[in-house]
Each structure stands twice: as structure tokens, then as C-alpha cells.
């Protein structure tokens, strides 16, 4: 196993929810800023939301904004994406990424995880 894994994709209709998880190894979670990806096949990997290390600030996809929140538990070294009033545009494999440098935004992630799917249905 990589130091992040994440788990909780799965398959729902559209108006449902689902909620992702990715545990990170200790080292790797404590000072690190965290993120949420995903990608379609054929498409360009997509920035969904990122954390920073105490979880005050966070950041969305203009395209997620209202539907989506991530947070983090601190103390069980992991993270959370609650996914709500899912759309099939949302459809995509999900990534839970961690850097240990720059701010809450999509960009110099340094560690992946394998990624989990999410598939929503009309």
C-alpha cells in the first residue's frame, strides 16, 4: 500500500450521496495539505477541493461548491469528501492527494493514491 489509500466510491443515482475516505499514513498526513481529484477517462485529472493541516481553510472546484465537503480527522489520519445531490457529470475515478509545501489550491501535489470510482446514474 502507498501512503495514501482511499475507499467509499461506489455506485448511486443521481439526487444521492457518498461519502469518500482516504487514510493516510501518520507521517504522511500530519503536515501535509490534502486534495481531492478526479478523473475521466481521456480527460485531464480535475481538482475538486484541497484542506490545509489544521482544516480551518479550505478550498472547492467552482463545480463542486455547495455539493461537496472535505474535512479531515486529524487524531485517525484521515480524509473525508461528502458528496451530495450527486449529478452523472460527477462521474469520475476519485484521488485523495497530500503535498508538504504551498498553499490550499490544486497545484504541486507531491503523493497519490491508487483512486476509487464513482459512478452516478440518471
Known amino acids: 500500500q502507498g501512503p495514501l489509500v482511499e475507499s467509499g466510491g461506489g455506485a448511486v443515482q443521481a439526487g444521492g450521496s457518498l461519502r469518500l475516505s482516504c487514510a493516510a499514513s501518520?507521517?504522511?498526513?500530519?503536515?501535509?495539505?490534502l486534495a481531492w481529484f478526479r478523473q475521466v477517462p481521456g480527460k485531464e485529472r480535475e481538482f475538486v477541493a484541497a484542506?490545509?493541516?489544521?482544516?480551518?481553510?479550505?478550498t472547492y472546484a467552482d463545480s463542486v461548491k455547495g455539493r461537496c465537503t472535505i474535512s479531515r480527522d486529524n487524531a485517525n489520519n484521515t480524509l473525508y469528501l461528502q458528496m451530495n445531490n450527486l449529478k452523472p457529470e460527477d462521474t469520475a475515478v476519485y484521488y485523495c492527494?497530500?503535498?508538504?509545501?504551498?498553499?490550499?489550491?490544486?497545484?504541486?501535489?507531491?503523493?497519490w493514491g491508487q483512486g476509487t470510482q464513482v459512478t452516478v446514474s440518471s
Open positions: 501518520a507521517c504522511t498526513f500530519s503536515s501535509s495539505t
Open positions: 492527494a497530500a503535498k508538504f509545501r504551498g498553499g490550499v489550491d490544486p497545484y504541486g501535489y507531491d503523493y
Open positions: 484542506i490545509s493541516r489544521s482544516g480551518v481553510s479550505v
